[in-house]
C-alpha cells in the first residue's frame, strides 16, 4: 500500500492549531469564519431490542440494540448486514426494512446461539464485535467475525450448531490462544465463514478460526478489521487484512509490566496489524503464521526486528476503535488509513497511520506527555521514546507520531472517538471534501476539510486540525423536524419512545451522563449513515447543508 506522504501535503493558512484551542472550539462552537453544516437525518431501520428497557446501568444492560456495523451486501445486492454486540448478525432488507437473524454468536444460558462461552454482558466492547466481507466475497462466499470468550465459563469453546444446522463443523478446529503477558482474563477469536448459498437468508457453509488472543482485561478488545478498498486482484493488498486491536486497558495501569504493553513490539494489543488472513493468498510474499492458519506479509515494518510481533503494522495505540480510509478519486493507489482512537482522560484522537509509526500510547495522550499516574504534561524537550521489544529489551529511539485531530474531555467535547469518514458518496455534493465524525457518549458531531488533516500530519505535535461544531436536523417520525446541536436528543427520544425507562441515557460516560453510543457508517456508494446503540436505531444522513 502506496501512504499519503507526511510532508507531501501543503498547510492550510488556518490548518495550524495548538492542541488546547481544540477543546476551546468544541466548547464555543465553530470560530466566525467556519461555515456552519446541518446534517438532515431520517430514521431508516429500528433493530429488536436485545438490552433491557427497565435497565438504567452504567454498563451495558440498558443499551437497547447494541448495533455496531453496517455492511453492504457486496456485489450491489438489495440488503444490508448488521451487527448487534448481544449476538445476533442481521439481514436487514433495503426494500422492506425486514429483519432476519442470520447468525446468533451468543450461545450462553439457552440463548441458542454458536459459542458457549461468548461474553458480551459487560465491557462497551465486548460481545458480537465485528464482522467484514472478504473483498472477492461475490466469488469466494468468505467474510470474517470477531467475538469475545470468557474461559472460565462452562462449555465446550467449539461452536455449537444446534440451531444453526447449515453450519457444518466437519474439520473445525480451535487455535492456541496468542499469549499476552503477565496474565489474561478473555479471549478474542478471528473465524472465517465460507457461505456456499450467499442468497439464502441464514447461514450455510463452514467456518475456520483464524487465531484467537489473550486478552489482559475485558475493555479496549480487538475491534476492527478492514480491506484496503483501492486494492485490486493482482496488487500487494489484495485481501490483506488491516486490524485494530486496543491495549486491553494495559497501558493504563501503574504496574509496568502492564503498562509497558502497548509500547511493547513482542505483544499484539496496542497496535494496528497487517495480516492475510486466507493462507492460501500472497504465498509467495509472506510467511505462515505460527498456528498456520493465516500469513503475514514480508513487507511488514517489523518483519526483520528480532523479538518483534511481525504482525505489526503501527503501534502505542489505546483503543484503535475504528479504522477508515480515503482514497483519492484521481489516483487510487493514494490512499489514507485513519485510526479514531479512545483517550484515557483528556484527549480523543484521530491519527493518519504510517507503516511502522509509533503513536506513543501509553507514554503520550494525544500531543502531551502521560505521567505515570495518568495525568498529562507538556511534551519534554528530548521528544523520544525507546523502541520497546519486550518488559526488558529496547532498540533505539523513536519520535512518536500525533495525531492530526483532537478533542478534550470537556463540555462540548467527549467521553470517547467514535469514528468519521471524508464523504465520497454523490447525493450530497456539499459534503464532497469534507471529513465526518462524532463521539461516541455525547452524541457530538464535528466537520473538518480533509485537506487540512493531511496538512496537520507534518510532524509537529501542534498542528491540529480544525473542528467546526455540526447541526442535527432529525426528521421525525411523526412527520416535524427539530434541529438540535448534537445526536444526544434525538437518541433520547427515541429510547424514551421504544420503552427507556432510565432518566438519562444507559451506559458510562463523564461528560455527558450516559451515552448516545453513535458511530457513523457508510453503504458502498458512500453515503452516510448513523447508528446508535442506546435506542437502537440506524438513520441515514438525507440531506445537509453549508451556510
Same mark, same amino acid.
Given at each position: 500500500?502506496?501512504?499519503?506522504?507526511?510532508?507531501? /501535503?501543503?498547510?492550510?493558512?488556518?490548518?495550524?492549531?495548538?492542541?488546547?484551542?481544540?477543546?476551546?472550539?468544541?466548547?464555543?462552537?465553530?470560530?466566525?469564519?467556519?461555515?456552519?453544516?446541518?446534517?438532515?437525518?431520517?430514521?431508516?431501520?429500528?433493530?429488536?431490542i436485545t438490552g433491557s428497557a427497565t435497565k438504567s446501568s452504567n454498563n451495558v444492560a440498558g443499551l437497547l440494540a447494541r448495533i455496531n456495523f453496517l455492511r453492504d451486501e457486496p456485489g450491489g445486492g438489495k440488503r444490508f448486514f448488521v451487527n448487534d454486540m448481544n449476538g445476533p448478525l442481521y439481514i436487514l432488507d433495503k426494500q422492506t426494512k425486514k429483519i432476519t437473524t442470520y447468525l446468533?454468536?451468543?450461545?450462553?444460558?439457552?440463548?441458542?446461539?454458536?459459542?458457549?462461552? +461468548?461474553?458480551?454482558?459487560?465491557?462497551?466492547?465486548?460481545?458480537?464485535?465485528?464482522?467484514? +466481507?472478504?473483498?472477492?466475497?461475490?466469488?469466494?462466499?468468505?467474510?470474517?467475525?470477531?467475538?469475545?470468550? @470468557?474461559?472460565?465459563?462452562?462449555?465446550?469453546?467449539?461452536?455449537?450448531?444446534?440451531?444453526?444446522?447449515?453450519?457444518?463443523?466437519?474439520?473445525?478446529?480451535?487455535?492456541?490462544?496468542?499469549?499476552?503477558?503477565?496474565?489474561?482474563?478473555?479471549?478474542?477469536?478471528?473465524?472465517?465463514?465460507?457461505?456456499?448459498?450467499?442468497?439464502? !437468508?441464514? +447461514?450455510?457453509?463452514?467456518?475456520?478460526?483464524?487465531?484467537?488472543?489473550?486478552?489482559?482485561?475485558?475493555?479496549?478488545?480487538?475491534?476492527?478489521?478492514?480491506?484496503?478498498?483501492?486494492?485490486?486482484?493482482?496488487?500487494?493488498?489484495?485481501?490483506?487484512?488491516?486490524?485494530?486491536?486496543?491495549?486491553?486497558?494495559?497501558?493504563?495501569?501503574?504496574?509496568?509490566?502492564?503498562?509497558? =504493553?502497548?509500547?511493547?513490539?513482542?505483544?499484539?494489543?496496542?497496535?494496528?496489524?497487517? *495480516?492475510?488472513?486466507?493462507?492460501?493468498?500472497?504465498?509467495?510474499?509472506?510467511?505462515?503464521?505460527?498456528?498456520?492458519?493465516?500469513? *503475514?506479509?514480508? @513487507?511488514?515494518?517489523?518483519?526483520?526486528?528480532?523479538?518483534?510481533?511481525?504482525?505489526?503494522?503501527? $503501534?502505542?495505540?489505546?483503543?484503535?476503535?475504528?479504522?477508515?480510509?480515503?482514497?483519492?478519486?484521481?489516483?487510487?493507489?493514494?490512499?489514507?488509513?485513519?485510526?479514531?482512537?479512545?483517550?484515557?482522560?483528556?484527549?480523543?484522537?484521530?491519527?493518519?497511520?504510517?507503516?511502522?509509526?509509533?503513536?506513543?500510547?501509553?507514554?503520550?495522550?494525544?500531543?502531551?506527555?502521560?505521567?505515570?499516574?495518568? =495525568?498529562?504534561?507538556?511534551?519534554?524537550?528530548?521528544?523520544?521514546?525507546?523502541?520497546?521489544?519486550?518488559?526488558?529489551?529496547?532498540?533505539?529511539?523513536?519520535?512518536?507520531?500525533?495525531?492530526? *485531530?483532537?478533542?478534550?474531555?470537556? /463540555?462540548?467535547?467527549?467521553?470517547?472517538?467514535?469514528?468519521?469518514?471524508? $464523504?465520497?458518496?454523490?447525493?450530497?455534493?456539499?459534503?464532497?471534501?469534507?471529513?465526518?465524525?462524532?463521539?461516541?457518549?455525547?452524541?457530538?458531531?464535528?466537520?473538518?476539510? +480533509?485537506?487540512?488533516?493531511?496538512? /496537520?500530519?507534518?510532524?509537529?505535535?501542534?498542528?491540529?486540525?480544525?473542528?467546526?461544531?455540526?447541526?442535527?436536523?432529525?426528521?421525525?417520525?411523526?412527520?416535524?423536524?427539530?434541529?438540535?446541536?448534537?445526536?444526544?436528543?434525538?437518541?433520547?427520544?427515541?429510547?424514551?419512545?421504544?420503552?427507556?425507562?432510565?432518566?438519562?441515557?444507559?451506559?458510562?460516560?463523564?461528560? !455527558?451522563?450516559?451515552?448516545?453510543?453513535?458511530?457513523?457508517?457508510?453503504?458502498?456508494?458512500?453515503?452516510?449513515?448513523?447508528?446508535?446503540?442506546?435506542?437502537?436505531?440506524?438513520?441515514?444522513?438525507?440531506?445537509?447543508?453549508?451556510?
Amino acid at each position: 500500500m502506496q501512504q499519503v506522504a507526511r510532508n507531501g /501535503a501543503r498547510r492550510q493558512p488556518h490548518a495550524r492549531r495548538v492542541g488546547i484551542a481544540i477543546a476551546t472550539v468544541a466548547l464555543c462552537g465553530a470560530p466566525s469564519w467556519a461555515q456552519q453544516l446541518t446534517l438532515e437525518v431520517k430514521d431508516y431501520a429500528t433493530f429488536p431490542i436485545t438490552g433491557s428497557a427497565t435497565k438504567s446501568s452504567n454498563n451495558v444492560a440498558g443499551l437497547l440494540a447494541r448495533i455496531n456495523f453496517l455492511r453492504d451486501e457486496p456485489g450491489g445486492g438489495k440488503r444490508f448486514f448488521v451487527n448487534d454486540m448481544n449476538g445476533p448478525l442481521y439481514i436487514l432488507d433495503k426494500q422492506t426494512k425486514k429483519i432476519t437473524t442470520y447468525l446468533n454468536f451468543n450461545g450462553r444460558d439457552g440463548q441458542g446461539g454458536l459459542f458457549h462461552k +461468548f461474553r458480551f454482558e459487560n465491557g462497551q466492547g465486548n460481545g458480537f464485535v465485528n464482522f467484514l +466481507f472478504d473483498p472477492d466475497y461475490a466469488h469466494n462466499g468468505k467474510f470474517y467475525t470477531m467475538h469475545l470468550e @470468557d474461559p472460565s465459563l462452562p462449555g465446550s469453546i467449539m461452536p455449537d450448531n444446534t440451531n444453526f444446522p447449515g453450519l457444518k463443523l466437519e474439520g473445525y478446529k480451535t487455535t492456541p490462544g496468542i499469549v499476552t503477558p503477565p496474565a489474561h482474563r478473555c479471549e478474542e477469536v478471528i473465524i472465517e465463514w465460507t457461505d456456499t448459498n450467499p442468497s439464502n !437468508s441464514t +447461514f450455510e457453509g463452514t467456518a475456520r478460526e483464524v487465531m484467537r488472543l489473550e486478552l489482559n482485561t475485558y475493555s479496549h478488545v480487538l475491534g476492527e478489521m478492514t480491506f484496503n478498498p483501492a486494492a485490486r486482484p493482482g496488487d500487494p493488498d489484495w485481501r490483506v487484512m488491516y486490524v485494530g486491536c486496543g491495549d486491553s486497558a494495559a497501558g493504563e495501569q501503574k504496574d509496568p509490566t502492564w503498562r509497558l =504493553n502497548p509500547q511493547r513490539l513482542d505483544v499484539l494489543i496496542g497496535k494496528i496489524w497487517r *495480516i492475510i488472513p486466507d493462507p492460501k493468498e500472497h504465498a509467495d510474499t509472506s510467511t505462515l503464521s505460527d498456528n498456520g492458519q493465516y500469513r *503475514i506479509p514480508n @513487507d511488514n515494518p517489523f518483519v526483520k526486528v528480532d523479538g518483534a510481533r511481525k504482525e505489526i503494522w503501527a $503501534y502505542g495505540l489505546r483503543n484503535p476503535t475504528r479504522l477508515t480510509w480515503y482514497v483519492d478519486p484521481a489516483d487510487r493507489t493514494k490512499v489514507t488509513l485513519l485510526a479514531h482512537v479512545v483517550g484515557l482522560h483528556t484527549w480523543e484522537t484521530v491519527d493518519i497511520i504510517h507503516k511502522g509509526a509509533n503513536y506513543g500510547y501509553s507514554l503520550r495522550e494525544g500531543n502531551e506527555l502521560l505521567k505515570a499516574d495518568n =495525568n498529562t504534561a507538556p511534551l519534554p524537550a528530548d521528544d523520544r521514546i525507546p523502541m520497546q521489544i519486550s518488559d526488558t529489551k529496547t532498540n533505539g529511539m523513536v519520535t512518536p507520531t500525533y495525531p492530526v *485531530i483532537q478533542y478534550g474531555h470537556v /463540555a462540548g467535547g467527549g467521553d470517547a472517538m467514535s469514528g468519521g469518514y471524508v $464523504y465520497q458518496g454523490k447525493a450530497l455534493p456539499v459534503l464532497r471534501g469534507k471529513y465526518l465524525l462524532s463521539d461516541i457518549t455525547t452524541g457530538h458531531v464535528w466537520y473538518t476539510d +480533509f485537506k487540512d488533516m493531511l496538512a /496537520a500530519d507534518d510532524g509537529d505535535p501542534k498542528t491540529m486540525a480544525s473542528l467546526h461544531v455540526v447541526n442535527i436536523l432529525w426528521a421525525k417520525p411523526d412527520g416535524g423536524q427539530e434541529t438540535y446541536g448534537s445526536m444526544a436528543p434525538v437518541t433520547t427520544a427515541a429510547y424514551h419512545t421504544r420503552g427507556g425507562k432510565g432518566e438519562t441515557l444507559p451506559g458510562q460516560a463523564r461528560v !455527558s451522563g450516559g451515552r448516545s453510543d453513535i458511530h457513523f457508517l457508510t453503504d458502498d456508494s458512500g453515503e452516510l449513515y448513523i447508528m446508535s446503540k442506546s435506542d437502537g436505531v440506524i438513520r441515514a444522513v438525507v440531506g445537509a447543508t453549508l451556510k
